[in-house]
């Protein structure tokens, strides 16, 4: 059967095969080649640009028309007849209008609306039903054993109903809170926070991501917690800060059970009313620990930490991160002793109490180089120094380095793998607060 000719007929541009093979394209003949040579009249170029002008013309018509411009595969006399039966024919570019919202909706469309406030309540009302699961995901981290136990404890000592198991000490000025309200089932029922909110829940002034508040003493800022090198350290160490004292924390035992027994020992007011009621209750906690098999006042932990600490930083604990002794890779010291630090940073407490940006300024040229060669180290591997840097500055306090901190402690705790502590970080210098109401949920 002959083959259809090709519409392009010799002049067909096409060079596939299976083109060649399905349409006929007749030869161009010598003399017709030497004619067109030698023709002053219309010459080849005159010849394509009119083709060319004649092809734009056709398939511009067949754009108005909705009709898809025919390609050399799709001969002309089979275009309008496949394009007629596309799902695609006659379909004309609409203008979209956006639907009316009241300004309060903002970018949320009122029908979908109440399914994603749904969603969110039934995924909050399951976490709620899972303490453990609710903590990991509202705060980040995972407690220890003894976080439980204190709680177990509570809970027998006030079996007759008239006390609640986070009021158990509050006879001694003490209170669970932070991630006790949560076994508490005070987060239950409540309007839902932004993420940065339940990050900030009791977190004093000068906590570090490091450090999780489990109890306050009422009225004060002296504060018990768990100190976790990394976020994933489950058996994390126990320490204790006052606010109100600055920076200065100080790890008391290796269990919540050491940081109870210090607060009776050494925090506790001790009046004739209480003085036998202190005596009694630790009575009970060493029988009961002894019973469980918590063993009180172990220092293994913090012999072994004590091992791992790269700097001493400002807040006396000490940081601990991957180190490489044998080849000194993971740390290097600041190139300005503590005292210098301590001598450049005090500029900045003052530069919180005023809006002069030349004194700002100035007191950047003295700590630039410090940052400077901390982010070298960070080149080199030595990241250690730059959240020594990033916690010493967090433990000045001041605000108008909030912004440099946030940087130092990003590149510390990303190159670490600390990304848990990135979080908790960032929401704390967006709102740090130096009062000691800190519970959230005080208005709900």
Known sequence: MDKPECRYGADCYQTNRAHKDKYAHPSKSTNDVSTMEASSVQPTDSLVNKRTAEESERNLEDIKRCKRPPTPERDVHNAEEEDASSEYHGISRQRYTLPKLPMSVGMMSDLYDPQIEYSKQAEYKELCDDPRNFIKHKFLVEMALCFDNLWMFCTEQCVNGNVKPE????????????????????????????????????????????????????????HYGYWRDSPDDVNGLVAFNDAKKRCEFKIVGENIFDGLMHYLEHIATVTPFNKIKIIEMKKHINAWTLKQGICLKADIKQKARSKLIVCKTFHKVGLVVPYDRKSNVGYRPLMESDANLRSILSKFDLLDRSSD?????????????????????????????????????????????????KSLFFTGYSMAKRPQYIAIIKSHLDKRNEGIGLDLLAND
């Open 167 to 222: 009021d158990v000490f509050l006879q001694f000025g003490l209170k669970l809170v932070g991630p006790y309200d949560v076994l508490a089932g005070k987060f239950k029922d409540v309007k839902i926070h932004e993420p940065g909110d339940y990050l900030r829940h009791w977190r004093f002034y000068y906590d570090p991501p490091e450090f999780q508040t489990v109890m306050v003493q009422k009225g004060t800022g002296v």
């Open 357 to 405: 940006n030349n004194k700002y300024q100035e007191a950047m040229k003295e700590l630039q180089p410090v940052i400077t060669a901390a982010n070298l180290a960070v080149d080199e591997c030595d990241f250690g120094t730059i959240l020594e840097l990033a916690i010493d500055l967090f433990c000045s306090g001041a605000q108008c380095l909030s912004e440099v901190m």
